[in-house]
């Protein structure tokens, strides 16, 4: 899916929301566990749920792998159940020298059939370069993340006294281009979106940190906006965890239809 | 095993080689190809031939994670096949927010029992500590990588003038000490090591990139060893793939020995 037909479905549905699939096992509803893969038998039904108000799904690799080869294959026929409507995310967070980041690509893109993947920038250009040869997929490289700890190394300054993430987000957009690479940047740091976009107008954000992390999604909208819109938010917990209830399904999709709606107004408001 | 019994186990084998299973599935010797699950056969195969030329085995995640959910079961056989008589690491590269990276402790230290894993370190403290709490366990951070791209960013200098793998090694060697950390730094990097050396004395490092890389051994025992010995040097390719004739094993059984042979003269050479 290249950057045009993203920001198609975003007009279409009105709304840029992604939904994180953390499907803690140790957090599942009562009324799935009983089943033969309870983590997908809850993500199905969360899936058939919330389709129709979100673009993108989010898979923690994570939850998944704390389950051990299982879990692969949850994940693996999660991406497969979702299908080629949305837009597939592996939250996996990898990077390695170059053999090895063909290996990897290979497991998410091929194996796998994810459209994109998150990957840390540490390693420099060969350990992000293997992603961008697969056509209409995604390299999502972590440019500011949410986490409190992201100050230690990403708000130090480098000899220029550029912001060390500033840093990495200008030289990794010279190594693709806005239809096979995005970037991270957490919602928790809504205020440097700014200084980003002067860096970046065209590429889209992948943007965690909305919900239990305590983002505002108006100040992302108002500082990260693009032509396209530019955005993915993600939602996690607060989507797929609204209820533990036998209709949890339907509180989750209720969760993702109130962030969509506040999505569709600062659309309205914001897009030029 | 804490940082003692690896010293002593390396005294004992007058070794510290760490032999690396990247057991690329597209390269294994035809007589493994028909057996049930022809990584692990190969595996095995490799294990038993070289279980006492070695004092670690460490395995990429990537190559595993190419063959989707049959991989990671490969890799959880061939963690318990190793056992507790070597130190197992898990090269995975992994690093997210803490409740995240609770997952990935849960994932390699409990659901597949590894001694220890590769981190990633750009996300700050927070994508490191939730793996310390794992008594006789290692979190391995990324210092200074084998990658020809390594210089981008770890070269880069920060507002201080020095160097950001050292800026990183410093604020992470904080966070743990020599029981429960290790460093990664690159062979072909061997004139780095007296400067890392002043930071961390006591840390052991995993060294990758002798072999198809191109480091040299001697350069880095000169720069980098210390009272514990503090080096496991990885080879992985120049060893497993050293033939795919059908007794490979032993082929690999005697790169092995050649290299733990070099070790053994470079430990009496530089051994205070």
Known sequence: MDSQSLYQEIIRKNTFLCIGLDSDIQRLPDCVKNADDPVFEFNRRIIDATRDYCIAYKLNTAFYEANGAS??????????????????I?????????????????????????????LAPYMG??????????QGRYAIVLGLTSNPSATEFQY????????????????????????NMMFVVGATRADRLADI??????HFLLIPGIG??????????????????????NSSRT???????????RCAADEAIKISKEMALLLQKYTR
């Open 197 to 202: 976009r002067k860096i970046i107008p065209d």
């Open 125 to 134: 250009s060969d350990s992000i370069t293997p992603f961008l040869k697969y």
């Open 90 to 118: 592996a939250d996996a967070k990898r990077g390695d020298i170059g053999n090895t980041c063909d290996q990897y690509a290979r497991a998410f893109f091929e194996t796998m059939d994810c459209d994109a993947i998150t």
């Open 212 to 233: 239990t992390q305590g983002g505002s999604l108006e100040d992302v909208v108002k500082f990260g906006i693009n032509k396209q819109v530019g955005l993915l938010v």
């Open 156 to 179: 130090a300054k480098d000899k220029n006294d550029n912001e060390w993430f500033l840093h990495i987000i200008q030289t990794a957009a010279q190594w693709g281009n806005a239809n």
């Open 71 to 88: 879990g692969w294959l949850t994940m693996d026929k999660t991406i497969r159940y979702i299908g080629k409507t949305h837009l597939t």
């Open 239 to 249: 989507i797929i965890f609204a209820s533990t209830t036998s209709d949890f399904d």
